[in-house]
């Protein structure tokens, strides 16, 4: 695996049509960097669900808007970023840190998402977008 590689980086449209895109963008850079079969279905599982997620809560096909996704090699450890510019989830949602272990996410759409990452967070930015942090240690 690279360490601190500079990200890459994919832009979609909030279209349910661009997930075989995502999906793509995902495995190609997972082989790239080498991960195991395991790691790469999860971490293509995860940037799937979550991008469904954001369609499904605020992002549907008739508003306009973008969905950024971002993969990073952080030392040891691996970084997906979505980002969207969507408007805050429902009261009821939580800020700050969703889970600390996968099979405790509080939004019902992640149960058991990915069993080999070690955090999902979820918050607000400074620019007003909804931002998700999947981690993965080795």
């Known amino acids: 695996m690279q360490t601190n590689a500079p990200a890459n980086r994919l832009t979609l449209r909030n279209r349910a049509e661009n997930l075989g895109m995502l999906q793509e963008f995902v495995r190609r850079w997972g ?3 080498g991960l195991s079969p395991a790691r790469l279905d999860c971490l293509t599982q ?4 979550i991008f469904q997620y954001v369609l499904e809560r605020g992002q549907g096909p008739d508003t306009p808007g973008a969905i950024s996704f971002s993969l990073e090699d952080q030392d040891s450890r691996l970084r997906l970023v979505i980002e969207d510019d969507s408007a805050p989830p429902h009261q009821g949602e939580p800020s700050g840190a969703l889970c600390s272990a996968p099979e405790g996410l509080l939004l019902p759409h992640y149960q058991g998402v990915c069993p080999l990452a070690d955090s999902l967070i979820y918050y607000r930015t400074e620019e007003n ?7 993965f240690s080795p």
């Not at 995860?46 to 669900?49: F, K, L, P, T």
């Not at 977008?129 to 981690?135: A, D, E, S």
Request: proline content about 0%.
């Open 46 to 49: 995860a940037a799937a669900q």
């Open 31 to 33: 082989r790239q960097r």
């Open 129 to 135: 977008r909804n931002r998700f942090v999947l981690v």
